[in-house]
Each structure stands twice: as C-alpha cells, then as structure tokens.
C-alpha cells in the first residue's frame, strides 16, 4: 500500500452563494431573501462564471494529464457541476462525503450583521482563532482535518498506490488538506489563512505529487505542490490559468530550543 503520485484537487467554480456572500461583505445584502437563506448548502449550482472557470481548468488539467486513475467529487451540487463541465475525457466519478464542505452549522447563508448580533461571543473568535474556531454546531478546519481528511488519505494509501487521483471538493477541505499533507504549524496556517497569496480561488487546484519536478525520483511521501487557477485575461476577454512553480516541502521537526523560541514569541497575557 501507498499513497498516489500524483494529488489534483480542484475547488469548484463560482456559485450561488459565493455570489450572495461576496455581495453581503460589500454591504448589500438585498440577496439575502427568505428563499435564499433556506437552501441547503449542498444545493447551490454554479454561476455562468463558474462554470468558466471550470471549463478552463478542466482544459489545462487534459493538457496536464489527458487520464487519471481514480476521480473522486463531492456530492455537493456546486461540485458535481464543476467536475462535468470539466469535460475530463472517461472520467469515472466516485462521490465520496468525506470530500464535502465544512459544515457552517447555524450560520449558513445569515448576514454579517446577524451574526454578529446573535452570536457575538462566536464571532470575536471566528476572527481571533481561524483554525480551531468552530461555527455554532458546524466545524472547524482542525475538525476537517482530524475528522475526514485523515480519513480521506488514509482511503488513498489502500486504494491509490502509486495512481493518478483527480478530486473536486471545497475550498475550507482543501486548506485542512494543506494543514494536513503539509504538517502546517498553527501559526504558519495562520498565516496563509490570512493571506492572499494563498487565498483558494474558485476553481483554484493543488497538485500535490511524490514525484520530484526536476528529477523525476520518487520519495515515499507527497513533497511537491504546484498551484494553478483560472484567473480572467481582460485584454484577451478570456479566462485563462495562472500556474505557480513548484514548491517543495518537508516536514517540520523541532528541538527543544526551537520550541522554546516558538513559545517566547507569544506574549504572556496574565
């Protein structure tokens, strides 16, 4: 048994609600109607932008690699949507809940403004503590990532040894992935969560590979990533994808000293 060579995880194109969110946190909250707030969140479709955006890595994913070994979804309809637009050639899809979105529990699809008056005391730590924040009755990224995407990966070192593996999920499930495959520190998740560099765009896909980019050698562990994401070309009126060089990471080990360094970088609060 082994882990895949080869990791392609896709978040799905735009859809409905991104577009009622991104609407709410620019103060017009005119879409948020009493039959919007009561769709589940596993019924939004995608957006004609979305389903762009997939198109687009769906092309540059063939260009990549024409047929994959395993392709995996979340049954969520934004990402069922996503995956056939991507026009993958004999793709055979596997729907699997562990690949589904974090659940925002009693918060899905309220405004700002409600949340901030109904839950005040969650909210002041949504903004203080990303990771292990959870929603009222929903999870958090720490729960994703302990809950099921442990679960996921070991589910791939079964079934996967050594295959090609495309996945279309969600963008919460693709940063406890991160945290995971990566053995991100909380404060270096902190700070990718907070930064645009690393913000998770619609449709953005990590490719996470054993396979060393300039030789070729394999290692036992995933040890590479690329990142590629559609981004719209204004001058070609076209969406085209941006793809970043590889990167290549291990896995942090530290020494006492290094923990106390960790630890002297906090500052006492009594």
Not at 42 to 63: E, F, H, N, P, Y
Request: hydrophobic residues 35%; negative net charge; charged residues 30%.
């Amino acid at each position: 048994m082994g882990m895949p060579l080869d990791l392609y995880v896709i978040r799905h194109g735009e859809s409905e609600a991104n577009v009622i969110i991104s609407a709410g946190e620019q103060g017009d909250n005119s879409l948020y109607t009493q039959d919007n707030v009561t769709v589940p969140d596993r019924s939004w479709r995608l957006t004609a932008t979305g389903r762009k955006q997939a198109d687009c890595i769906g092309r540059w994913l063939v260009s990549q690699q024409p047929l994959f070994d395993r392709y995996l979804v979340s049954p969520y309809v934004r990402t069922r949507e996503t995956a056939a637009t991507m026009a993958l050639p004999k793709a055979k899809w596997e729907e699997t809940r562990v690949l589904r979105e974090r659940s925002w529990g009693e918060i899905n699809t309220i405004t700002k403004d409600d949340f901030k008056t109904n839950y005040a005391r969650n909210w002041m730590f949504k903004n203080t503590d990303p990771l292990y924040w959870r929603p009222p009755a929903g999870e958090s990224i720490a729960d994703v990532a302990e809950n099921r995407v442990h679960n996921l990966l070991t589910s791939l070192n079964r079934k996967s040894d050594a295959e090609s593996v495309v996945m279309v999920s969600h963008g919460d499930l693709m940063l406890a992935l991160m945290l995971t495959l990566e053995d991100l520190s909380d404060e270096e998740f902190m700070h990718r969560a907070a930064s645009d560099e690393w913000k998770i765009t619609n449709c953005t896909c990590f490719h996470y590979s054993r396979r060393d980019p300039a030789t070729g050698r394999t290692h036992k562990r995933f040890c590479w990533e690329q990142t590629a994401r559609p981004v719209f070309d204004g001058a070609e009126g076209r969406w085209v994808v941006k793809v970043e060089d590889w990167r290549e990471f291990k896995r942090p080990v530290l020494s006492n000293g290094d923990l106390v360094d960790v630890v002297h970088a906090v500052d006492r609060h009594l």
